[in-house]
């Protein structure tokens, strides 16, 4: 506000914004102040577009949320002591929060390092299973991690167990009750979602024009089942059916699935996509009265799902390094040795003479050199090497 003009930084403060109770692009009559996203290059457009239709979608969610503070005083940001007051890391670590009651959020707010086009976070999660919440990949609580994204990505994750209800990705689709809605769901806890909705213009909620959807998910190692429960409360609020796509995250493919609608064995579409790890619903109809029950059940001692992305974020990194091409080539065909012993990265790429490339050119960076070791090992390195 009132500073210097920056693409990085008008892009992370959107990104923040959409992470944030409230989210406005602040303007005047200053001609010199760019507050439209068109006003910037086409890979600003392109991210501010898609953290703004992320915002839009996650209405549901935060409206949820919006109640959940006026009736329990929970509020929609929270500082992570708040749900780990035991923890000593949880007072150390102010860069993050949590946003409502399933994900844990770290916009980036630092500028992307030169040498390796990357943005780079610290994020402590506490105990427990956490995912990715845009990927599903697995990361084990209790530590620091380093993560890096480029100007489009967001850090957030989801505690294990989580449901997180989306609307529509839309150009703009207003602001009343969704006719369809994602629920994403990730596995490892037992949990309830209860959606809340009124009709978003009046105060009649306060005399019970209201409704509330319970999501309900049974976690129990190698099965689990899914609820979504008839809705309580003046359903003339919501539409009179409505479309939901459930994305099951990070499990297993079952070798058993039951879907039954009011008691009813019924055949519903579904799909298992082997890269993602993602199982997923789609086009189920339901009224304000159905009852939705599905059961997913697995051979293995657990229906969840481990998913690992290092060697894609390993090679994504290389893409985005200020580093010779050729360098970049050497290191990823060693990539299966350098993840057995990282030391490999500390060596010297100065011995390829059949290329001619500058000494310069063959050596790693410190901030690159760092970023690759923090992504092999999910860890927050800097933070341990200052700590011996």
Not at 252 to 272: A, D, L
Request: charged share 25%; glycine share 6%.
């Amino acid at each position: 506000m009132g500073g210097v003009e920056d693409r990085e930084l008008y892009t992370r403060w959107v990104q923040f914004g959409v992470f944030s109770p409230i989210l406005r692009l602040h303007s005047n009559k200053n001609p010199f102040h760019r507050r439209l996203p068109w006003e910037y290059d086409d890979e600003v457009y392109s991210a501010t577009k898609e953290a703004m239709q992320l915002r839009h979608a996650l209405i549901p969610y935060l409206y949820t949320m919006a109640y959940k503070f006026s009736t329990e005083g929970l509020p929609p940001v929270m500082p992570v002591y708040y749900n780990h007051p035991e923890d000593e890391m949880a007072y150390l670590c102010s860069k993050q929060y949590y946003f409502g009651t399933e994900m844990v959020v770290s916009p980036f707010v630092s500028h992307t390092d030169e040498d390796t086009g990357l943005a780079r976070q610290i994020v402590w999660l506490p105990e427990g299973d956490w995912f990715d919440f845009r990927t599903g990949e697995h990361y084990e609580g209790g530590g620091k991690y380093a993560v890096y994204g480029n100007l489009k990505d967001i850090p957030v994750f989801a505690k294990a167990g989580a449901i997180i209800p989306l609307g529509p990705k839309t150009e703009w689709g207003g602001v009343e009750n969704p006719e369809k809605l994602q629920i994403n769901i990730f596995p490892g806890q037992t949990n309830i979602f209860s959606l809340y909705e009124d009709d978003g213009e009046t105060q009649l909620y306060k005399k019970g024009k209201y409704c509330s959807t319970e999501f309900i998910l049974n976690w129990h190692d190698n099965y689990a089942d899914f609820s979504i429960k008839p809705a309580a409360g003046d359903s003339s609020v919501i539409p009179g059916q409505r479309e939901y796509e459930l994305v099951f995250k990070s499990v297993k493919n079952p070798c058993s699935v039951t879907v039954k609608i009011n008691g009813e064995n019924v055949h519903v579409n579904h799909r298992y996509d082997e890269k993602t790890l993602q199982l997923t619903f789609e086009q189920i109809v339901l009224k304000p009265a159905d009852h939705l029950y599905i059961s997913l059940k697995t051979m293995s001692d657990t229906l969840m799902e481990k998913l690992d992305l290092t060697e894609e974020k390993f090679i994504n990194a290389l893409m985005s390094f200020k580093l010779n091409t050729y360098v970049k080539r050497k290191i990823f065909r060693d990539y299966p040795e350098i993840r057995q012993n990282i030391g490999l990265l500390g060596r010297s790429f100065i011995n390829n003479k059949r290329y001619r490339i500058p000494v310069i050119d063959h050596e790693l960076k410190p901030a690159q050199a760092v970023a690759l070791c923090e992504i092999l090992k999910k860890r927050d390195i800097i933070s341990l090497i200052e700590q011996k």
